[in-house]
């Protein structure tokens, strides 16, 4: 089963303007979330974090929300930049595992057009 | 500092074959996790080490074992390969405490074809 789902496979948005990437979750153990992204031939790099005790956490031009009745967590881009073209990973762990052991979603690809 | 480096970064193998791939963590990191990437699936978790003892597991079959050595690098070893096998294996490396940073810092992969 997928814990953690990234429905939209692909966004494509114009540069200067925001780019949102969702995601959901089903185990309501999870209380720690990530977002990293990556690019072609290159390992994930890790991006931004939340714990559940937030709603929103930023780090210069990435935000992302949390809203736990929903299950639900976005990142958002604001300015896209097209050095943002890559594929965005979002991931939740529990406190129980850590962060040694991440569920990852199947990932989106951020295209910026210029 | 130097990266997490994984070896070989692609080799191609046969059904029936057995593939060994080697992590070698940022150094001072004793916690070496695998993840699986596969399209559509995303980065699946395999297994976690740290200090030489596998601390955390995924849902992959008894093909799939792992190992970590005393200076913290680690391999993993898939068993009588399968199609299905082919994909992009991450390693992962972190400080090991838990504590939900969740920061890993992971290599580049081995991409592994089973043909």
């Known amino acids: 089963d997928q814990q953690v789902k990234q429905n939209s496979p692909s966004l494509s948005v114009q540069e200067g303007r925001i780019s949102i990437l969702n995601c959901d979750y089903t185990?309501?153990?999870?209380?720690?979330f990530l977002w990293y992204k990556k690019y072609p031939a290159e390992g994930p790099t890790f991006l931004i974090s939340i714990s559940s005790i937030k709603d929103k956490n930023e780090d210069g031009r990435f935000t992302v929300f949390l809203n736990k009745s929903a299950k639900h967590l976005s990142l958002h881009i604001v300015p896209s930049q097209p050095g943002d073209s890559a594929v965005y990973f979002c991931a939740a762990s529990d406190i129980f595992q850590g962060a040694q052991k991440l569920v990852f979603g199947q990932g989106t690809r951020l295209t910026i057009n210029p | 500092k130097a990266g997490v480096t994984q070896t070989p970064r692609y080799l191609i193998k046969t059904r029936g074959q057995q593939v060994t791939l080697s992590c070698s963590p940022i150094?001072?990191?004793?916690?070496v996790s695998w993840y699986q990437q596969t399209p559509g699936q995303g980065l699946q978790f395999l297994f976690e080490?740290?200090?030489?003892?596998?601390?955390n597991k995924g849902n992959f079959p008894g093909r799939f074992s792992g190992r970590q050595f005393s200076n913290s690098r680690s391999e993993m070893n898939v068993s009588t390969l399968e199609l299905g096998d082919s994909a992009l294996y991450l390693c992962?490396?972190?400080?090991?405490?838990?504590?939900?940073?969740?920061?890993?810092?992971f290599g580049e992969g081995s991409r592994l074809t089973v043909l």
């Open positions: 150094s001072g990191h004793r916690s």
């Open positions: 080490y740290f200090s030489e003892t596998q601390r």
């Open positions: 992962a490396s972190s400080l090991g405490v838990k504590v939900n940073t969740g920061e890993l810092f």
């Open positions: 185990n309501s153990m999870f209380d720690y």
